[in-house]
């Protein structure tokens, strides 16, 4: 199985979900989405995940961000499950879960790690843009809750250093400093490109306010 990296196309797949039938390439559309799996049903740690994700929902639309969750289970255990997401984290799941009783989509984007477990899927997170490329992927074990305010913020920094010339620092978040990309050295380039200034720690290490959106 090949193993997937960072550039590469999202492997497109059809999958029954709890809202129907998927073609992933075509949920997707033109927008970015955040593909992350979850070991079972009816479990605890998932359950807080998949209710918190459901939370964020309206941040992830406001970024064009599809949210997707995928497990080994069948259809009608996501439906009941969802059941008790709504009523333990007071909220209300409208994303599909995918039901991959097949293993189809953990065998495509290599979910199922038969170290930790040969049946459940890891938690991994793809996000992926609109041009079907993957940027980024994360893998966590089981018994670890993901952090989704760090993976809306990953995002941020993706959307923002695709549309200009920075990259950000350690622990940015939307609307503070960041880096000025280190190739320009161009003095009218970059007086074009920041015109709110910058400060220079080094000549490789350049701060300038965040770029307006």
């Known amino acids: 199985m090949a193993t997937l990296r960072l550039g590469d196309t999202a492997p497109d797949f059809e ?5 129907g039938k998927i073609k992933f390439h075509e949920f997707l559309g033109n927008g970015w989405g955040v593909l992350f799996s979850h070991p079972a049903d009816f479990t605890p740690v998932c359950t ?17 961000a599809k949210v ?11 439906l ?25 989509v953990a065998t495509l984007y290599d979910m199922i790690h038969p170290n930790a477990s040969t049946t459940a899927t890891v938690r991994s997170v793809f996000i992926i843009d609109p041009n079907k ?42 609307g503070e400093d960041v880096i000025i990309a280190p190739s320009i050295k161009d003095p009218a380039v970059l007086k074009e490109k920041f015109p709110k200034g910058y400060t220079e720690v080094r000549p490789y290490l350049r701060i300038t306010p965040q770029p307006d959106l």
Do not use: C, M
Request: net charge negative; no cysteine; charged share 25%.
């Open 133 to 174: 490329k993957i940027r980024l992927i994360l893998t966590y074990p089981a018994s670890t809750g993901r952090n989704f305010d760090e993976i809306l913020r990953a995002l941020d920094s993706i959307q923002l250093t695709d549309n200009y010339s920075v990259a950000t620092p350690v622990n940015w978040k939307q």
């Open 15 to 19: 999958q029954e979900s709890s809202l």
């Open 80 to 104: 009941d499950w969802i059941k008790d997401i709504n009523d333990t984290q007071k909220t209300d799941v409208q994303y599909p879960i995918l039901a991959d009783e097949d293993r189809k």
């Open 68 to 78: 997707i969750a995928v497990s080994v289970d069948g259809k009608q255990s996501h």
């Open 48 to 64: 807080t995940e998949l209710g918190y994700t459901a939370i964020l929902s309206g941040e992830f639309a406001k970024r064009g």
